[in-house]
Every structure is written in C-alpha cells, then in structure tokens.
C-alpha cells in the first residue's frame, strides 16, 4: 500500500512538472481562467484566482533559491542542522524568518509593479489569443482520465 501511495504522489509530481515546464505561464494563466469560468457565475473571482495560482507557481523556484542561499549562508555562520527532529525544527527558525520577509518584500514589489501598470481586479480583460480545444488537447484529457481510472480501479 505504502508502494501504491508513492507511485501516486509521484505520478502527481511529474504530472505537474511536465505541465509547468511545457507550459508557458500566460497561457497556464489562460486555461485556468477558462477551466474556472464556470465558477464565475457563483460571484468567485476566476481571473484573480489564476492570476494567484500562475504567480504562486512562478515563484516557487524563487523561493527555492532563497531559501537555499539562507541555508548556505546560515551553515557558514555555523548553524547546524542536523540532530533529531525537534532540533532541526528549532534550526529552521533563522532560516525561515529572514526567507518569509524576503517573500513579502517580493510581494510588495509585485503589488506595486502591478499597481504601476494600472492593474485593476475585476476590470474584464480581452485575450489577443484565443484558446480552442485541438485534437492534441483531447488525447491529452484522455490519457489523464485513464490514468486516474487506473489508479481508482487499481485499489
């Protein structure tokens, strides 16, 4: 069972790095305002909803790399971050601190660049491309669906 959670996790993770990568964010952007669009009727805001989906996963990596330069810096200093679990956690904390500060400074820099560009939530926006369903996106949706029907029947 351990074995088949596992493979799950791990078809999830690939799954979403093979989207991320193949995909560029403006168009990740586009399909999921379009995937939400239903909900739009229901008053949630499906275009600032993508909007912060495509942001979170466009500064992932950032924060991966900050938090790695943290960590190098802190081992210099002498930090140690070995020992049992409730050590590590404890080590963690001068790590986290300074890496949580640098993600809100990054968001305040986002906010006003947007804020500079005249961003407005809610306003409707209009799309120089227009996304349609091709035969590639079929095949696509189809082996995803299989997949999960192997899975769910695999139990």
């Known amino acids: 069972m351990g074995a088949f959670f596992c493979l799950r996790l791990s078809t999830v993770v690939v799954a979403a790095a093979l989207m991320t990568l ?10 999921l ?3 939400f ?7 949630v805001p499906v275009a600032e909803l993508a909007l912060m ?6 500064f992932i ?13 802190q081992i210099s200093r002498g930090a140690d971050f070995t020992g049992n679990p409730i050590r590590r956690a404890r080590s963690l904390i001068p790590l986290l ?10 968001a305040d ?3 006003l660049a947007m804020e500079s560009r005249c961003y407005q939530p809610g306003a409707e926006r209009t799309h120089y491309h227009q996304l349609t369903l091709a035969t590639r996106d079929l095949v696509a949706a189809t082996l995803v669906l299989l997949t999960i029907a192997a899975i769910y029947l695999s139990r």
């Not at 601190?97 to 990054?106: D, G, I, M």
């Open 97 to 106: 601190v300074p890496l949580f500060v640098a993600a809100f400074e990054r």
């Open 53 to 58: 989906i495509s942001i979170a996963l466009r």
């Open 37 to 43: 669009s239903p909900a739009k009727r229901l008053g």
């Open 22 to 31: 193949t995909t560029a964010p403006m168009q990740l952007t586009a399909g």
């Open 61 to 73: 990596p950032v924060l991966v790399d900050e938090a790695e330069r943290l960590r190098k810096a």
């Open 33 to 35: 305002e379009r995937l």
């Open 109 to 111: 820099h986002l906010a």
